[in-house]
C-alpha cells in the first residue's frame, strides 16, 4: 500500500489534497503554463508607463495686442475664472505679444473624472468676457500624448506625399491619431494646426555609411490606441506605406521609433530576467542538495505564469517597470517554495513517509508561511497610494509584485507538496550533528558567535544600533538625483532667441547647428524644427509653444553609447560659436517632465534685483546655461514670477550646484522647483507610505504571534537594514532620489519576510518546553538554511538588474542587496538576542 493512504492524525487542507489527487494536480500545473504563455503573448508592451494627462494647454489669440494688454485683459480674466476648478493643481501663464498662453495642471485622477473637469473648464471659459476683436480661446487636452511613430517624409514634394499617407494611415483601426507638422493643414482647427502651418522643418540623414544630407521635409506622428500590440502597430504602419506610390525624389524614414524602443527595452530586461532565474537556482544548488534546487526551479516558471495571468487580468502591459517587478519579486517569490521544501525534507528527514511528509511540512509551516507573504506584499502594496504622476508611473511595481507572491503562495501549498512528494528524499537542517554540505564549516562560527552575544546581550544590542548611528555619517556623501537620464541614442539641442526675434534669424541659427551635427560621424539622422519644437515623442518631454524665437533639434545617434561624449562636445562647440541664441544641448531624462533640473521661481518685489542675485549664485556654484524668463510676462498662481533655470555641468549633480549656491539667495520671495520641488514632495509621500507600511506589517506580526512584544522585537531588526542601504548608496555612488527612496520603504518588509521564519520555530520550541536559550540557539540552526537560501536568492537574483538594468534601478538594488545582506547578518544574531534580553527581563512569557 502506498504510503500517502496511511490515514493522517490532521487535515493537511490543499496541501494535503494535491499530494492525495496527484493526477489533478498534473492537470492544473499544465493548465497554469498554458494560461501564462497565453497571458504572456497578449499582454500590450510599451517602453515606459504612462504618465496619467492631466495637463491642458489654453491659448488665446488677440491680434494686435501688447504683451502687457495681453497680460491685463486676456490672462489676468481667465486665470481668475480657472481658479475656480476645484480640482486645480497649478496655473502657470505666459503673457506675448498678441498671444496668452496658460498651462492648466489639474490633480492627478482616472481619466473620466479628468474629461469631466476638462469638460467644466470649457464651461467656464464660455462665461469669461475678453475684448471684442480677441478669438475665442482653445483649449488642447490631448497634446502631451507622445507619438508611437514619428516619420520624416522627404523630398520637394514631401507635403504633397504625407498629405496621402496621412490619409492612408489613418484607415488602420489601431491608430488614435495622425498629425502633421512642417506642412500647412489644409483647415486651421487649432492652435496646433496654427502652429503646425508656420514650422519650418528639415531632417538630415544618412544613407547607411554616407554623409548626413540635409533634405526639406515633413513631420507625420502617429499615436497607437491603448491595449495593441506596438510592433504590430509598427507593421502595419510600414505595410501601408510600402503600399503608397511616392512621388519621385520622396523617401520616408523613421526618426522616432517607440516599437523599436520598446522590443530593445523588454528584450533587455527579459535577458536580466533570465539571467536572475539562473542565478537563483544557483544559489539554490549551493544551498540545498539537487533535489530540492529541483523543485525550487521548476517553482519560478509556475509562479511566474500565474503571475502573467494576473497581470493580464488587470490589463498591467510589459515595460520596464512591470518586467523589473518581476525581477525585484524573483528572489521573495522563491521564499514560500523554499521554506515549503525546507519543511517536506525536515519531516522525510525525522522518518515521515513522503505521502505525509509532502504535504504536513508546509502544512506546519503555513502560518509563517502565509504571514511572510503578506508583511512582503505590505512592504511594497502601500506604494500604490502614491499620489500623481509618480504614483502613476510605479504603480505597476506593487501591482506586479503583490501577484507574484500570491501566486507563490498558492504554488507553495499546492504545487510543492506535489512536486516534493516525487522529488525530495529528506534533508536535515543545519542543526544536524554532522552534515556533508560545504556551509556546515560556517556553522560553528555562528554558532559560537550566537553563544557570545546571548552572553552579552546589552553589549550586542548596543553595538548593533551603534553600528547603525554611524552609518548615519555617510548621507552627507550621497548625491541627490530626482531621475537619471533615459539612456537613449537620442538628445535634444534646445534653441531660443531674444524675445522678438524673427523666424528668419531663428532659421539662421538652426542652420548653424545643423552644419556643426552634418561634420558628426556618430549622428544617424536629425530633424531640425524652426518655429516651434518636436512633436512629444517619449513620454515625459514639454511641448515647447510655437513662436518665431524657438527651435529644437531632436538627433538620433548609431548607439546610446555615443550620447555623453557626443553632448560633451557639441556644448563646447556652440558655447564658442553660437553667441546671439540660448542653445541648450541636453539628455532625455526619466520621470516626471522638468525642462531644467534647477529651477527657482521669484516672486513679490523687487524682481529683477532677486533675480540677479540667484543667476549670479548659480553661476558662482558652477551652473551651466543659467537663464530666465524675465523677458516675458509670467504668472504661476495667478502671481507674477520670473523663473531662472539651468543644468548641471555633464557628468555633474544638480543638487550639490544648488546647495552651494542656495546660501547666497534671497530669504524671502523665493520658491524651489525642478528637481528639488519633486524630491521634497517624494520624500515626504514616502514617509507616509513607510508609516503605512510599517503599520501594517507591525499588524500582521501582532495577529501572528499573539503578542506586542514578541512582534516589537522582530520590528526592532528593521533599522539595521539602514546600515546596508547607505553602505550600498555610498559603495555603489548610487544617486539617493525617488527610486533610491522606494528601496528604504520596502526594504523593511523584505528583511522581516526573511527572518520571520526564525521567529516562528523560537515559538514553537518555547510551546514544545525547550528552554530559552536551547530554543533560541537550536531554532537558529534549524532555520539558517531557509533563511540564508531566501536571502541570497533575493541578493543574487538582483544582480543582473543592478549591472545591467540601467541608472533608474541602480539606487534601488544598492539599497536591497547591501541592505539584506547587512541587515540579515546582523539580525540572525540580534533577534534571537533581543528575544533572549526581553524575556530576561520579563517582558516575554
Known sequence: MDSSSVPAPIKGGIAQFFVEHRLFGWLVMVAVLIWGWLAFQSLPQQEDPTFPLHDATLITVWPEATAAQIEQEVTAR????????????????????????????????????????????????????????????????????????????????????????????????????????????????????????????????????????????????????????????????????????????????????????TAHRIGEFLRCFIEAVIVVVLVAL??????????????????????????????????????????????????????????????????????????????????????????????????????????????????????????????????????????????????????????HRLVPYYKSALQAALRRPLFTILGAYGLLAASTALVPFFGKQFFPVAERNQFLVDIRLPEGSSIEETQKVAAQISAQLQKEESIQSAVVVSGGGMPMFYYNLLPRQPDSNVAQVLVNTRRAEDVPALIVHLREIFDREIKDALCVVKQIEQGPALETPIQIEISGDDLLTKTGQVSKALRDAGAYKVHDDSGILTHINQQRTVTVKALAPFGTLASGILNRARTSFPTTGIAFGGEERELTNSQREMERVLKISLALIAFAMVIQFRSVMKSLVVMLTVPLGLIGAFTGLATTHASFGFMALIGIVSLAGVIVSHIIVLSDFIEEERAAGVPLESALMHAALVRLRAVLATVFATVCGLIPLAVTGGELWRPLTAVHIFGLLFGTVLTLVLLPVLYFQFAKWKWIK
Open 286 to 439: 549551493l544551498l540545498m542538495d539537487w533535489r530540492t534546487a529541483l523543485v525550487v526551479a521548476v517553482a519560478i516558471p509556475l509562479t511566474i505564469a500565474m503571475t502573467l495571468g494576473g497581470m493580464a487580468a488587470l490589463g498591467v502591459p510589459l515595460q520596464q517597470i512591470s518586467i523589473a517587478a518581476l525581477i525585484i519579486s524573483l528572489g521573495m517569490l522563491v521564499d514560500d517554495p523554499v521554506v515549503a521544501s525546507d519543511g517536506i525534507n525536515r519531516e522525510l528527514a525525522e522518518g515521515q513517509p513522503r505521502g505525509i511528509a509532502a504535504w504536513l511540512g508546509p502544512f506546519k509551516l503555513r502560518r509563517a508561511i502565509f504571514f511572510g507573504t503578506i508583511i512582503n506584499i505590505v512592504a511594497f502594496l502601500p506604494l500604490a497610494l502614491l499620489p500623481g504622476d509618480m504614483g502613476a508611473f510605479i504603480i505597476s511595481l506593487p501591482i506586479v509584485i503583490t501577484l507574484a507572491l500570491i501566486a507563490s503562495r498558492i504554488v507553495s501549498m499546492t504545487f510543492i507538496p506535489l512536486l516534493g512528494y516525487y522529488l525530495l528524499r529528506g534533508q536535515k537542517g543545519f542543526d544536524a550533528v554532522t552534515g556533508s554540505h560545504p556551509l
Open 78 to 261: 481667465l486665470e481668475a475664472a480657472l481658479s475656480q476648478l476645484p480640482t486645480l493643481e497649478k496655473l502657470q501663464s505666459q503673457s506675448k505679444d498678441n498671444v496668452s498662453i496658460i498651462v492648466i495642471r489639474l490633480q492627478a485622477d482616472r481619466k473620466e473624472v479628468i474629461d469631466e473637469h476638462w469638460q467644466k473648464t470649457r464651461e467656464i471659459l464660455k462665461t469669461v468676457s475678453l475684448p471684442a476683436d480677441c478669438e475665442p480661446p482653445i483649449l488642447e487636452t490631448d497634446h502631451l500624448r507622445p507619438a508611437t511613430l514619428l516619420l520624416a517624409v522627404l523630398g520637394e514634394e514631401a507635403a504633397k506625399a504625407a498629405d496621402v499617407i496621412e490619409k492612408e494611415l489613418k484607415n488602420i483601426p489601431s491608430t488614435v491619431r495622425v498629425r502633421q507638422l512642417g506642412h500647412a493643414p489644409e483647415e486651421i482647427t487649432s492652435f496646433e494646426d496654427m502652429a503646425a502651418a508656420g514650422y519650418s522643418v528639415s531632417t538630415l540623414h544618412r544613407e547607411k555609411n554616407g554623409t548626413l544630407t540635409p533634405s526639406k521635409s515633413v513631420l507625420v506622428a502617429m499615436e497607437m490606441k491603448a491595449g495593441n500590440i506596438i510592433h504590430d502597430f509598427k507593421e502595419d504602419v510600414l505595410a501601408k506605406i510600402r503600399n503608397v506610390t511616392l512621388p519621385d525624389g520622396v523617401s520616408v524614414i523613421i526618426v522616432s521609433d517607440q516599437p523599436a524602443a
